[in-house]
């Protein structure tokens, strides 16, 4: 069991004078010798008996002045994996870290000015209202907030805004496959790639397991970085001679075979089309709808608080 004379006593042994600040700075190196044989004396007798298994949580494990460390703070941080000595001696060090800030909290109390401490003590206080109230509004958001976007909102959108969806990087409509270097009917695979028709489609499809990529999607706009990235022969330097529109490539590296026809080809500075930036135009309508929201919630609470009596504003006499 362990007795209150166990506990860290970390009271000031200095009276707070002119040279209080220095007189912390021994006290500290003296109290960091104390912590540390006082936290492996406990913890050697928690771990004989198992850790945090005789005691009660609420029990505390080390006081810096009138603050308290209680086993329930540090119980919820040890991992299921850790062995008694790991665990031992992350509980050592978390100790001694608490008692080192607690310590320079009090010190820092003593010795900065008062105005920095009214200073600070503003800081906390204005950044815990702004964390409860930023919670409580992104509730209230998520519950009441309509988040559909139809086809016709994104197209009015797209109509309105499409001059600000100049595009700063090539797109490209592509199919393309990726052979091992051993396939066998290349040729076969090649012409219908290039043609494809329906019955093309149909066959490529039923041999497509043995491909290492495909794409049959000649729909769909994708960027150069991204055809790069999956297609490693062609780099910036290259992508001129092969993503051009109507374009027919056959590739080949240690890796292999790259087969693609290039559909369509839309440069830079072109306007980008909507079905390549409607995600970006969905998050736009998106957040200014919450903004809206927002806005409306808040003259709401003022409208209600103002009728119940819970906010005024006093008028300076002129």
């Keep these: 069991m362990v ?19 220095f ?21 050697l007798i928690f771990s004989c008996e198992g850790l945090f298994q005789q005691e009660t949580d609420n029990e505390p494990l080390a006081r810096v002045g009138n603050t308290y460390l209680y086993k329930a703070d540090i119980k919820p941080l040890l991992g299921d994996a850790m062995t008694d000595q790991d665990s031992i001696s992350f509980v050592t060090n978390y100790v001694n870290n608490w008692a080192v800030k607690q310590l320079l909290f009090s010190k820092a109390q003593i010795n900065l000015s008062e105005d920095q401490i009214t200073e600070f003590d503003r800081l906390v206080t204005n950044y815990r209202v702004d964390l409860f109230t930023r919670a409580y509004k992104e509730a209230l958001v998520l519950s009441g907030e309509d988040t559909t976007i139809t086809a016709s909102q994104l197209q009015r959108f797209y109509e309105l ?19 091992p270097q051993q396939f066998l009917n290349k040729e076969e695979v090649k012409e219908k790639l290039k043609r494809f028709n329906e019955e093309d489609l149909v066959y490529l499809d039923s041999v497509g397991v043995q491909f290492r990529k495909l794409n049959f999607n000649d729909s769909l ?17 290259n992508e001129g001679r ?10 080949e590296d240690s890796i292999g075979v790259y087969l693609g026809k290039v559909s369509n080809v839309l440069a830079i500075n072109e306007i980008a ?41 006093y008028e300076k006499d002129e």
């Design 3 to 21: 007795t209150k004379n166990l506990l860290i006593n970390c009271s000031n042994p200095c009276q707070r004078t002119s040279n209080s600040y």
């Design 23 to 43: 007189c912390g700075m021994h006290f500290l190196k003296k109290r960091d010798i104390q912590i540390a044989s006082c936290a492996v004396v406990l913890f």
């Design 161 to 179: 805004e499409k001059e600000n969806f100049v595009l700063k990087e090539k797109l490209v409509q592509l199919r393309f496959i990726e052979l």
């Design 221 to 237: 706009w994708v960027s150069v970085s991204r055809v790069i990235r999956e297609i490693p022969p062609i780099s910036y330097e």
């Design 242 to 251: 092969y993503l051009k529109k109507s374009q027919f490539f056959e590739l």
């Design 273 to 313: 089309p909507l079905s390549y930036i409607e995600p970006t135009i969905r998050q736009v309508l998106l957040n200014r709808r919450k903004l809206d929201y927002m806005r409306r919630l808040e003259t709401e609470i003022l409208d209600e608080a103002v009728k119940q009596n819970e906010f005024e504003v």
